[in-house]
């Protein structure tokens, strides 16, 4: 009975030697630009031109290029420009992570929990803003954002993006699976409504929040045609932006430019490897 | 009886006051803007001057006249009908491998086909870029296998710099769609898989007999997103190829923000029509896709 089973497993294994060399090959190709990023940003340009694949020595050298160019885009001094830009990257991100996840539970929150047939058909209005493309509000936006003198201000960074239709059918997706019933037994208990949204709803949608807040500051950290529209000036820039400028003059040293791309995808690698179930959640949302 | 409407009175304002700063936020920043993009397209004249366009619907009948706009939307229906349907099968064919509970190292595989999405859309351009320039690994590479004997100008060509934005494009989002299949079988009941094996069906058949029709509906969502990502391509365009060479790989998008607040005159009146052109096609295509993924048989 075992040696058959035995044999039967490793049936099933041969069975699988082409989907394992299809996966091997897939993967590699998946992650060798990250590894050669990586690898890029330790050595000189001229050995990354010249097709070197493993880490080299120059990984203090392009750090401290990478400062000056920071410092240089900002016209400060000591190496602190391009701390203030990864700061710069870090406020927005946060503060957009935390007003939006506020923002859209709230709401995810009133449009399951006290749902009626308004509510739903104006929860169906709300859905057709995910066909607008951000280019088409881009002008109108700037225009606004200028007027109001927000530009360069983290308000004008976060103002178009903390509420989504995408994060708010998510919060009301998963809200079904929290009981109306317990509500039912708060109020009899005299509790306010706002009291059971935070003492009650956030507690128990935890994980739903945390896929939200990955998802959120990954989209907001990667951001870059609306933060390049309205943090024009270089101080309130961000990450995005700085390297983007390092790979835009006519000679690219393209070893200062990977170590910039690492200092760019540190955060978000962390989240990856770290929050990936959250990361995932995040992506798919709503989808059940 | 008079108490309870009260509560339930107290409830409705409570309800809406929970809803109601998301969808402020949602008219004053999307719906409010779309309306102005549509007047500011019937206009001319700098920002601060804007005046009627005579005749009104003037800046959309240029449209047809701008070549470069034309080319704009051809490459970007060229990204789209080449890369969505590639990067959708992959993604669906590595969801069902990796589902199969007989698989080793399935979590490392999962890690490792999800990867890029780690990384942002202008560093995997920078990337791209550095790995595709003419004194770049890719050349190098293929010169040391002796395929090439003189370096490729990758980027610098139209033809192959439209291919490796493709090819850019794949590596990126293939994981991310993965990622959507892979929660969709899951809500598939492994046992329909098992029973095919013993039914002797292969792999294939069971990709095109179970797979692909249980996960439609999630198809048809992917189809929509990735139709709406492409057809607002941006960052590749900016940072791979800087939409060159002379505009041949530009995306509606960089030609839009060429046109608005790139380099130059500003002519917001003009990108503003090109702007809703994108809107009414992206709706377009949704509606198209919606309606065809609806035919419940």
């Given at each position: 009975m ?12 041969r069975?699988?030697i082409?989907?394992?060399i299809?996966l091997?090959?897939?993967?590699f190709i998946?992650?060798f630009?990250i ?18 694949i493993?880490?080299?020595?120059h ?11 920071a ?12 701390w203030?830009?990864?700061?710069n990257?870090?406020l ?18 009133g ?5 009626d ?23 109108p936006?700037f ?18 993006a903390i509420?989504?239709?995408?994060m708010i059918?998510?919060f009301?997706?998963n809200?079904?699976?929290?009981p ?9 208990d005299g ?69 910039g ?23 798919t949302?709503?989808?059940? | ?13 409570w ?12 008219f004053v ?15 001319k004249?700098p ?7 005579e005749?009104?619907?003037k800046?959309?009948?240029r ?17 789209l ?10 993604a669906i ?10 698989l ?13 999405c780690?990384v ?25 296998l ?6 490729i100008?990758?980027l ?16 990126r ?21 098992e029973?095919a094996k ?9 990709f ?7 996960l439609?509906p999630?198809i048809?969502m ?16 900016v ?9 041949s790989t530009i ?7 060429n046109?608005?607040l790139?380099?130059?005159v500003?002519?917001f ?15 377009i295509?949704?509606?198209?896709n ?7 048989d």
């Amino acid at each position: 009975m075992t040696e058959e089973r035995k044999m039967n497993k490793s049936a099933i294994q041969r069975r699988l030697i082409p989907s394992y060399i299809f996966l091997i090959i897939v993967c590699f190709i998946s992650v060798f630009p990250i590894y050669w990023m990586l690898t890029a940003a330790t050595n000189n340009t001229y050995d990354v031109s010249q097709g070197k694949i493993f880490f080299g020595t120059h990984a203090v050298e392009n750090y401290h290029a990478l400062l000056q160019r920071a410092d240089d885009t900002l016209n400060f001094k000591g190496g602190k420009g391009l701390w203030k830009i990864m700061g710069n990257s870090f406020l927005y991100a946060g503060v957009q992570t935390i007003l939006c996840i506020f923002i859209c539970s709230l709401a995810g929150f009133g449009f399951e929990l006290y749902h009626d047939k308004k509510k739903d058909r104006l929860f169906g209005v709300l859905l057709l803003a995910m066909m607008i493309p951000q280019v088409a509000t881009l002008i109108p936006l700037f225009r606004m954002m200028s007027s109001m003198k927000l530009l360069n201000t983290v308000y004008a960074f976060i103002l178009p993006a903390i509420s989504t239709p995408f994060m708010i059918m998510m919060f009301r997706q998963n809200s079904r699976n929290f009981p109306p019933d317990i509500m039912e037994a708060a109020r009899l208990d005299g509790l306010s409504e706002i009291a059971m949204f935070f003492r009650m709803y956030m507690p128990v949608m935890k994980s739903t929040y945390a896929a939200a807040a990955v998802i959120t500051f990954m989209n907001a950290w990667n951001a870059y045609m609306w933060p390049r529209a309205v943090m024009a000036d270089n101080r309130a820039a961000t990450m995005q932006m700085l390297i983007a400028n390092l790979a835009g003059g006519y000679t690219v040293d393209y070893g200062v430019l990977m170590m910039g791309v690492l200092f760019c995808s540190v955060p978000t690698m962390v989240i990856f490897f770290v929050l990936q179930k959250q990361f995932a959640e995040g992506i798919t949302g709503s989808v059940k | 009886m008079n108490k309870k409407s009260g509560v339930t009175r107290k409830q409705e304002v409570w309800g809406w006051a929970f809803l109601a700063p998301a969808t402020i936020l949602i008219f004053v920043m999307s719906f409010w803007p779309m309306i102005q993009a549509f007047i500011m397209s019937l206009k001319k004249g700098p920002a601060a001057n804007m005046v009627w366009q005579e005749p009104l619907f003037k800046n959309y009948t240029r449209i047809l006249q701008d070549k470069t706009f034309l080319t704009s939307m051809g490459n970007t229906f060229l990204y789209l009908i080449i890369e969505v349907p590639i990067m959708l099968i992959l993604a669906i064919l590595l969801a069902q491998i990796l589902n199969n509970r007989d698989l080793k190292f399935r979590g490392g595989f999962r890690t490792m086909v999800f990867m890029p999405c780690a990384v942002s859309l202008v560093s995997y351009a920078l990337i791209f870029k550095s790995l595709f320039a003419t004194q770049g690994l890719i050349n190098s590479a293929l010169m040391h296998l002796h395929i090439i004997s003189e370096n490729i100008n990758w980027l610098g060509t139209t033809g192959t710099a439209r291919a490796v934005i493709i090819m850019g494009l794949i590596w990126r989002w293939t994981g991310y769609n993965m990622v959507f299949y892979l929660a969709g079988l899951q809500n598939i009941e492994y046992s329909v898989y098992e029973a095919a094996k013993i039914d002797g069906a292969n792999g294939w058949k069971t990709f095109w007999g179970i797979t692909v029709p249980l996960l439609r509906p999630v198809i048809v969502m992917t189809f929509i997103m990735s139709i709406n990502g492409t057809l607002q391509l941006f960052d590749e365009s900016v940072n791979l190829t800087n939409g060159g060479p002379s505009n041949s790989t530009i995306t509606m998008s960089h030609y839009i923000w060429n046109q608005s607040l790139g380099v130059g005159v500003a002519k917001f009146g003009y990108a503003s029509a090109l702007a809703f052109v994108v809107f009414i096609m992206v709706g377009i295509l949704a509606f198209i896709n919606l309606k065809v993924g609806d035919t419940r048989d």
